[in-house]
Structures are given as C-alpha cells and as structure tokens.
C-alpha cells in the first residue's frame, strides 16, 4: 500500500536539497520601492507550498525548499538585502487567498494559477510560469481518453484551478476534494476514485516511480502562475514585476529549476516554461 511518507519521500528524491541563490550582491536600488509599512516592519511575509515538489517542499530539518522557495528568497534579497527578510509561511492550495487577504501574509509564491474569479479577488504579478496539467488512472482502469471520464469521479486538492476547465469539457464529472497531493495519490490507490488530476510537473515526476499509473493523453488546462498580491496594492505589484524581471535577467530562474531538479528531461521542460512565452492557446 502506498503511504504518504514514501509519496513524499520519493518525490523528495527527484529533487535536489541544494540551491539557494540568494546572494545579497543584487540589491533592490534600481526596483521600485516596497510599500512603506513593509520597509518599516523589515520582513517581507510570503506564502508558499510545502507540500508542491518540486516548487515547494518541506526539507529533512522542516524548513522549505524548492524553486518558488528560491524566488521567495530572492524577493527577499530585493526588498531587504536578504534572504533573511523573507518570512516563509506554508500555505495548502485552499488556504492561499485567504491567508493573503487576511493580512496574515503580504505575498503568494505558492503555484498560483491565475484564473478570472481570483482576478476578481487578488490581483497578480507578471506571469513567471506557466504549465498544463494531466489526468492519471490506475494502468489496469478501463478508461482510455480524457473523454471517457465523463460522469465518473476524479481526485483533485481543495482549490486546484482544473476543476473550471474539466467541468466545462467533460460531462457530469464528479471530483473528490482533498487537501494534498499526498492524500489524492494514496486515494487514488485505495479506489476511492477513477482517475487523479495535478499539474504537469508532479505528474512527470510520479510516473516513473509508480508503473501501476497511467497518464490519459491530452493536456489540462494550460496555466500561468504569477504572486499573489492584495487588490489596489500598486506599489508592491509593481516591486514584484521589477524583481522577477530581473530574476529572469540574471538567469536565476533557470538557475533553481537547475538547484531542485535532478531529471534532464523535466528540468529541461520546466526551463523552458519558466524562461520562454507560453503558447498562444
């Protein structure tokens, strides 16, 4: 049976421990200046993933790692001369929007699709990401096409943005929400459900750790991740945009994927995804 710990511990083993980039050498005198209560309180308070290898995981010693672990940090390193400054709060896919609108944090890095009904609540940074998702069953499941879901049920964590785009294009498909990655493969596992929907990336990285899955042909809808910012915050919007334009400048972007993925081939994929536009539809 298939438990949360080895879940987490094989994906823990695709990625590599090391790579933070935060060097202090790349200060922030040429960005637009923070908001002024940031600057006077000295943190920049981001929300991230912990539960998102490899974007965001928790380590051995309980800290988080992964490449949007790495960008937070480096915001940190603009806004405050380091990576220090950065405070790290773990955030699960539900939790996200309302822990930024409640004040509890002053950014999202945390795999944020931008989607219009959080357009209407958050705004977003520039786009740094974008990706697709994929639909996995179990190999021996008779369902053979994304088509063939249709009225059957699919695992998916509380808050993922596929659910619009899976509603809108497979018939009376029912979903079973749960609150991890972890707990919607080990579902997957028991029978609890027909078929498992995550990003691209997470989905690359379990199959070829588990031959007893199957990944249905076809893209999910195409996503663009981008920080979370509150509504009518123009200062630090525009911060952001400044400082991840200048990540993707001095090559820092490419340089995570490069620290927290070991596999060529989906180090090489998510490069791509970080450093080129995305496809026109």
Request: charged fraction near 20%.
């Amino acid at each position: 049976m298939t438990t949360k710990l080895s879940f987490r511990t094989m994906l823990a083993s695709l990625v590599l421990s090391s790579g933070l980039w935060g060097v202090a050498a790349a200060q922030a005198q040429s960005l637009p200046p923070l908001p002024k209560a940031v600057k006077d309180a000295g943190t920049l308070r981001i929300g991230v993933r912990c539960d998102a290898p490899p974007f965001g995981q928790s380590a051995a010693d309980g800290k988080p790692v992964g490449i949007e672990i790495d960008i937070a940090k480096q915001l940190g390193v603009y806004a405050l001369g380091s990576a220090d400054k950065a405070e790290l709060t773990c955030v699960t896919t539900d939790a996200r929007i309302p822990s930024l609108t409640g004040r509890k944090i002053d950014l999202l890095v945390a795999t944020l699709g931008r989607t219009p009904p959080r357009e209407q609540v958050i705004d977003y940074s520039t786009i740094y990401y974008w990706g697709s998702s994929n639909v996995a069953v179990l190999k021996d499941s008779p369902v053979q096409s994304l088509a063939e879901l249709k009225g059957k049920s699919i695992l998916i964590v509380k808050g993922g943005n596929q659910i619009n785009w899976l509603r809108a294009n497979i018939p009376d498909v029912q979903f079973v929400q749960l609150n991890t990655a972890s707990d919607s493969l080990q579902a997957l596992f028991q029978g609890r459900a027909d078929a498992y929907v995550t990003d691209g990336t997470t989905m690359a990285l379990l199959l070829g750790n588990y031959p007893n899955l199957r990944v249905l042909k076809g893209e999910v809808d195409l996503g663009f991740n981008g920080v979370g910012i509150r509504k009518g915050e123009a200062e630090m919007k525009a911060f952001v945009d400044a400082a991840l334009a200048r990540m993707k400048e001095e090559g820092l972007l490419s340089k995570a994927v490069k620290a927290h993925v070991a596999d060529a081939n989906l180090q090489a994929q998510m490069i791509r995804s970080f450093e080129t536009p995305p496809p026109s539809n």
